[in-house]
């Protein structure tokens, strides 16, 4: 299956604050990080994303962190080969696929992401 088609049946998703949210319930299988992307803000224990230059945090960093805690594949790639954006003009800095919570919650429901299944 490929990363579209995933994003297509919510098992995927290019959005920060869908994968903040999912990486502070356990539920990110693979994050894909830009090598070279930061974005300063802080994320809560409840995966709730806040943009703030003045945190002094790099927001991917924190997910990227928390995914690993859980047991997720964690990958710093070139922009230009993150898949679901558009690559010529590198439009995101993550990219994950997503699996059933491993932790905090019971179901995908509870993660607040768009359409995900379970």
């Given amino acids: 299956m490929t990363f579209e088609e995933r994003r297509t049946n919510g098992r995927a998703s290019t959005d920060l604050s869908d994968l903040a949210r999912a990486a502070a ?13 930061e974005v300063k803000g802080s ?16 927001a991917i960093e924190v997910i ?27 439009e995101t800095p993550v990219s994950g696929t997503l699996e059933a919570p491993r932790s905090g919650c019971p179901d995908r429901s ?4 768009a359409r995900v299944a379970s």
């Fill in 43 to 58: 994320v809560g224990d409840d995966g709730l994303l806040s943009l703030d230059t003045d945190t002094g945090q790099d």
């Fill in 64 to 90: 990227a962190l928390r995914a690993l805690g859980s047991g997720a594949r964690v990958l710093a790639v070139r922009r230009s080969d993150m898949p679901g954006g558009d690559r010529d003009r590198g």
């Fill in 25 to 37: 319930f356990g539920a990110v299988a693979t994050l894909l990080v830009d090598m070279d992307a």
């Fill in 110 to 113: 509870g993660l607040g992401l």
